[in-house]
């Protein structure tokens, strides 16, 4: 066991600490004290010339600057209401090992209504979050930020069983991000009788385009749907849950065909652009995946490519092992249907975002109508896939992190 943060803890101390932790009191929603500490966080980080090679984590910090925090207090203000909302207590996070960076929305939105957080975090090392670590420690370390860093404990360890037992026990919500193995596995081990939990486990998400819409655009509108188109799916290799996977594309056979042509293109400049590299490792599996495709019946086409440039592999239709062994890298399976009103029968429980372009709202309101049970929870524009909010997988963060309080009188 490792404690992360505060870094001033001594690791061999660590069930001192959570014990001291939980019998802290809790701040209130939006204190001051947190709001500077999370706005002084993200000035350094935006400032951080050596943040710049990683825009996932630079997207995140502008998340949280102050005059962003201010509209998510208005968004509690109106949630609550005249409501009595308290923290819940102690909240445990275990953060995914390929997106590390969701831990720091998690436990923001944990922090700002009020509540002390432990997160377990990979011992993957990650350069990145290194550097945002240290960051976190450099401010807890201040006298100024003694509150948060009374209420704040970041750990890492393997997968010692009785390491998680015991923050278990003294949490009152556990929030597991993770594969579905890993949400399995933690789920085996009891919580306090009086303790929640919020799961996040293995998604798939998807694109539809317009084809029309898209042959319609000039240059620069086609650029800016690529670099859009970009950001969703390449941030974080493509293994983001909300990072698209599979494309519909909406139209005429030949209008299809040509819109693939024009935005595989574009974006093949794109990534060009953005100099993307995947390691030779991961470009090798992607190989090997789009030929395992290439050998069921209803794949039409596999699109050859070099191992950093988009792959796509046009389908008839997708089975549920193909989406169990996408690997990510920029591989894409794509297929083109007559009418938006087809896309429902091919969506999934596991399907979480469903982004869009050339739709209107009238339209995505008739596809919401047709959408099968549990399945889809985020329907957002190209260029949205990552940018998260207060509701995530159709669970929100404020009633979920706080609870309420019945009071009857005069």
Not at 229 to 235: G, L, P, Q, S, T
Not at 356 to 380: C, K, T
Request: aromatic fraction near 12%; charge should be negative.
């Amino acid at each position: 066991m490792q404690i992360v943060a505060p870094s001033f803890y001594k690791s061999d101390q660590w069930r001192e600490q959570v014990l001291q932790l939980k019998q802290a009191k809790h701040l209130s929603a939006f204190s001051e004290i947190t709001i500077q500490f999370l706005d002084t966080l993200s000035k350094q980080l935006l400032s951080d010339r050596s943040m710049r090679d990683y825009p996932e984590l630079m997207a995140c910090a502008h998340w949280f600057r102050k005059a962003h925090l201010f509209e998510l207090k208005k968004e509690y203000e109106a949630f609550a209401g005249e409501r009595i909302l308290k923290p819940r207590g102690t909240v445990l996070h275990f953060a995914p090992a390929n997106v590390d960076s969701i831990f720091l929305y998690s436990w923001i939105l944990s922090m700002l209504v009020g509540n002390k957080n432990i997160l377990r975090l990979s011992r993957r090392h990650n350069e990145q979050m290194e550097i945002v670590l240290q960051r976190i420690n450099h401010l807890l370390a201040k006298e100024e930020y003694q509150p948060i860093a009374e209420r704040t404990l970041l750990l890492k360890y393997d997968h010692e069983e009785e390491y998680t037992l015991f923050l278990s026990e003294h949490c009152h919500t556990r929030v597991i991000w993770g594969g579905d193995q890993t949400v399995k596995a933690i789920r085996t081990i009891p919580l306090a009788t009086n303790a929640t939990e919020l799961i996040f486990p293995d998604r798939y998400s998807k694109t539809i385009f317009h084809a029309g819409k898209v042959l319609q655009c000039n240059d620069h509108e086609l650029f800016h749907l690529a670099k859009q188109f970009y950001n969703d799916a390449f941030w974080f290799g493509q293994m983001a849950c909300s990072s698209p996977r599979e494309l519909y594309w909406i139209g005429k056979s030949e209008e299809c065909s040509l819109a693939m042509d024009r935005f595989w293109g574009e974006l093949g400049n794109v990534v060009k652009q953005q100099e993307y590299q995947n390691p030779v490792a991961v470009g090798m599996t992607r190989l090997a995946t789009a030929f395992y495709y290439a050998t069921h019946s209803h794949t039409s086409n596999v699109q050859s490519s070099s191992i950093h440039e988009p792959l796509c592999v046009r389908v008839a239709q997708t089975t549920e092992e193909m989406r169990e062994i996408h690997c990510g890298g920029g591989l894409f399976l794509e297929r083109s249907l007559n009418e938006l009103t087809e896309v429902p029968d091919l969506l999934h429980e596991k399907d979480q975002t469903v982004t869009y372009f050339g739709f209107g709202r009238e339209e995505l309101m008739e596809l919401i109508d047709m959408i099968p049970n549990a399945a889809v929870s985020r329907i957002v524009p190209v260029g949205q896939a990552l940018q998260f909010g207060t509701v995530w997988d159709g669970f929100s963060f404020f009633l979920h992190f706080t609870r309420e309080i019945t009071l009857i009188g005069d």
